[in-house]
Nanobody, 122 residues
C-alpha cells in the first residue's frame, strides 16, 4: 500500500521560503509520477508541480521560476522548494503519486497524502 506523508508547511511572510517534503513508502516501481497540488477552501484543487522517474518536470504558470520540485530516490522523498512566496500561495498542499506512469502517460493520481498547510502573510 502506497503511503505519502507531507511535512514542512507553516507560516511565512511574503517573499519568504519554505520547503515541503513528502515521504513515500510502500512501493518500489521503476516508473512513477509524483506531484504537488494545493487547495484553498471553496476552490478547486490546483496542480502545482510534477516530476516523473525520468526526471521530467512540469509547473503551473503561477509558480514557474519560484518553485522547484525535486526528489531524493535514496530517501524515497519528494520535495517542493518554494521561494518568493506570495499571499496567494496560501493553501493546503498535497503530495500525490501514481506508480507505473510518466508525465506523458499519467491519467490520474490514485495515492494522496493528508496535506500540509502553507500560510503566507503580506
Amino acid at each position: 500500500q502506497v503511503q505519502l506523508v507531507e511535512s514542512g508547511g507553516g507560516s511565512v511572510q511574503a517573499g519568504g521560503s519554505l520547503r515541503l517534503s513528502c515521504a513515500a513508502s510502500g512501493y518500489t516501481y521503476s516508473s512513477y509520477c509524483m506531484g504537488w497540488f494545493r487547495q484553498v477552501p471553496g476552490k478547486e484543487r490546483e496542480g502545482v508541480a510534477a516530476i516523473d522517474s525520468d526526471g521530467s518536470t512540469s509547473y503551473a504558470d503561477s509558480v514557474k521560476g519560484r518553485f522547484t520540485i525535486s526528489q531524493d530516490n535514496a530517501k524515497n522523498t519528494l520535495y517542493l522548494q518554494m521561494n518568493s512566496l506570495k499571499p496567494e500561495d496560501t493553501a493546503m498542499y498535497y503530495c500525490a503519486a501514481e506508480p507505473l506512469a510518466t508525465l506523458s502517460t499519467l491519467y490520474e493520481y490514485n495515492y494522496w497524502g493528508q496535506g500540509t498547510q502553507v500560510t503566507v502573510s503580506s
